[in-house]
C-alpha cells in the first residue's frame, strides 16, 4: 500500500549560534491561508523575525545582506514567506542562528540547494560558544591571578 504524501504548507528548521537559537519556517506562498494570523497580510518575500519585519529587527544593509544571502544563492528571495522565532544571544548570534535556520530549511524543499549552500558555508554550524569562567582566576575564563613579585 502506497504511503500518503501529506500537504505540506511549511518547512521547518532551527539554526544555533552562541546562546542564540532560530526556529525558521518558510510558507509556501500558495498556502496563504494556512498562515499564522500575525502573517495574515503577509507577502511574497517577506521576512519575519519575532512577529516584526526583519528590516525592523535587523536594521541596515549589513544584516539585510546576510540574511537574504541563502535566499539568494539558491534564487528563493521571492518565492517564500519566512517566519522566524529568534531567542537568546546578541544581535549577531541571533542574525547568524537566523541565516543557518534559512538554509537548512531550503536544504528540505530541494536537496539540489545544498550543493550552492555548502560551497559559501551556510550549512556548517559554528560551534564556538563562550568559554566559562574558572575558579582561582580572577575573574576571566583563561586570565591567571597576579602573583606577588616576592
Given at each position: 500500500m502506497a504511503k500518503q504524501?501529506?500537504?505540506?504548507?511549511?518547512?521547518?528548521?532551527?539554526?544555533?549560534r552562541k546562546s542564540a537559537i532560530a526556529r525558521v519556517?518558510?510558507?509556501?506562498?500558495?498556502?496563504?491561508?494556512?498562515?499564522?494570523?500575525?502573517?495574515?497580510?503577509?507577502?511574497?518575500?517577506e521576512v519575519y523575525v519575532?512577529?516584526?519585519?526583519?528590516?525592523e529587527y535587523f536594521p541596515g544593509e549589513v544584516y539585510k545582506k546576510e540574511y537574504l544571502m541563502p535566499l539568494a544563492l539558491t534564487e528563493n528571495v521571492n518565492r517564500f514567506i519566512i517566519s522566524t522565532l529568534v531567542r537568546g544571544g546578541g544581535i549577531q548570534g541571533q542574525l547568524d542562528a537566523l541565516k543557518l535556520g534559512i538554509s537548512r530549511a531550503l536544504e528540505m524543499v530541494d536537496a539540489?540547494?545544498?550543493?550552492?549552500?555548502?560551497?559559501?558555508?551556510?550549512l556548517t554550524r559554528d560551534a564556538r560558544v563562550r568559554e566559562r569562567r574558572k575558579v582561582g582566576t580572577g575573574g576571566k575564563a583563561r586570565r591567571q591571578?597576579?602573583?606577588?613579585?616576592?
Open positions: 504524501q501529506k500537504n505540506i504548507t511549511y518547512y521547518e528548521s532551527i539554526g544555533r519556517r518558510l510558507y509556501l506562498s500558495s498556502a496563504k491561508a494556512k498562515l499564522p494570523k500575525s502573517m495574515a497580510e503577509a507577502k511574497k518575500g519575532n512577529k516584526m519585519l526583519v528590516q539540489e540547494n545544498r550543493a550552492k549552500l555548502k560551497p559559501a558555508g551556510l591571578k597576579q602573583s606577588p613579585k616576592r
